[in-house]
């Protein structure tokens, strides 16, 4: 029998490792949403809320790789039983490092006016936990603004400052917090909670700097439903104006609906941006049915976020 050409062999080898690399979302299995991605040296990881009936929803996972591929799973790094006055609906983590500690922000109870809960803050020695409550208490319980305290980013400025930028139900507002990260102070201007809600936000705020200039994201939209989606502004401070510019991610009727709630990985090494988000696979129509998925961000010459093309 003839054996096949060396050249032959590899082009086959090439179409087979790109077509494996090509169909990688959704990243990790199983229903998570609201992925925090971020990089802790060589290694990827993401924070998702666990995407079940809120009751359910009484701790999380995380998930690591090297190579943005293969993740592993990080059972249970937090949950009711190392925050007390969290009772159900955890969501939506926000993590950093800070010294030689990991920190991992979330929203517990889905609070009310007049109930306990909100955005607290756990600490750990490992960014796979297990992580503990940092002050015993919700971080913010109160409804200001008109904005639910969840869905909170924090964010490090140039100076070194962290800002948290955080609300649902359409409202968005930012605090600065502490420098040990145990509560929040007065900004400069002694404002202790400023509204900085761009036209058609939602929820789920995000930033990033580059080139000098800060993006700020969040989605529009209903979560439970298919028209969920991203949008951005650019602004030349964290305070903001944020005049909203453009949709970035959306449903696609060949790959998903409700497509949102995210977050932002840079690759120094490469140069690339990817959208760390979930979706509702096709056909699905449960709000709790949504997967993690990731993406290239592009950017076109003057700075400005091309749409996201979702891929399977
Ligand atoms: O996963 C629970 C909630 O759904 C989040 O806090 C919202 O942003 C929405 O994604």
């Not at 109870?109 to 607290?120: A, L, P």
């Not at 102070?185 to 990033?208: C, R, S």
Request: aromatic fraction near 14%; glycine fraction near 8%; proline fraction near 6%.
């Amino acid at each position: 029998m003839r054996s096949i050409p060396n050249y032959l062999y590899i082009l086959l080898l090439a179409l087979i490792t790109r077509s494996a690399a090509a169909q990688h979302n959704p990243v990790i299995s199983g229903y998570y949403a609201d992925p925090e991605g971020i990089k802790y040296g060589d290694t990827y990881w993401i924070y998702p809320t666990y995407s079940a009936k809120y009751e359910d929803q009484i701790f999380m996972d995380a998930f690591s790789s090297t190579d943005l591929k293969t993740w592993t799973k990080h059972p249970r790094i937090i949950d009711t039983s190392a925050v007390k006055w969290a009772k159900k609906a955890m969501w939506a983590p926000a993590v950093l490092k800070k010294d030689s500690k990991y920190y991992l922000f979330f929203g517990a109870n889905d609070v009310h006016q007049g109930e306990v809960g909100g955005i607290g803050v756990a600490v750990a020695d490992k960014p796979q936990g297990p992580y503990k409550d940092l002050i015993g208490k919700p971080l913010i319980n109160e409804i200001v603004n008109g904005a639910q305290p969840i869905d909170q980013f924090v964010f490090k400025d140039k100076d070194g400052s962290y800002y948290m930028y955080y609300g649902g139900w359409g409202h968005c507002n930012m605090v600065k917090l502490k420098d040990d990260l145990t509560g929040i102070e007065p900004m400069a201007d002694g404002t202790l909670y400023k509204e900085i809600t761009p036209e058609k936000y939602v929820e789920g705020p995000y930033m990033f700097i580059r080139n000098g200039k800060y993006y700020f994201m969040w989605s529009e939209g209903g979560w439970t439903g298919p028209d969920y989606k991203v949008a951005y502004a650019i602004a030349d401070s964290p305070f903001g104006p944020f005049k909203r510019l453009s949709t970035v991610l959306e449903q696609d009727k060949d790959i998903a609906t409700g497509a949102g709630h995210h977050s932002v990985i840079y690759s120094k090494k490469d140069d690339k941006y990817y959208i760390v988000y979930h979706r509702r696979p096709l056909g699905k129509t449960s709000a709790h049915d949504r997967v993690v998925c990731i993406d290239e961000m592009k950017f076109d010459a003057n700075g400005h976020i091309l749409p996201v093309k979702m891929t399977k």
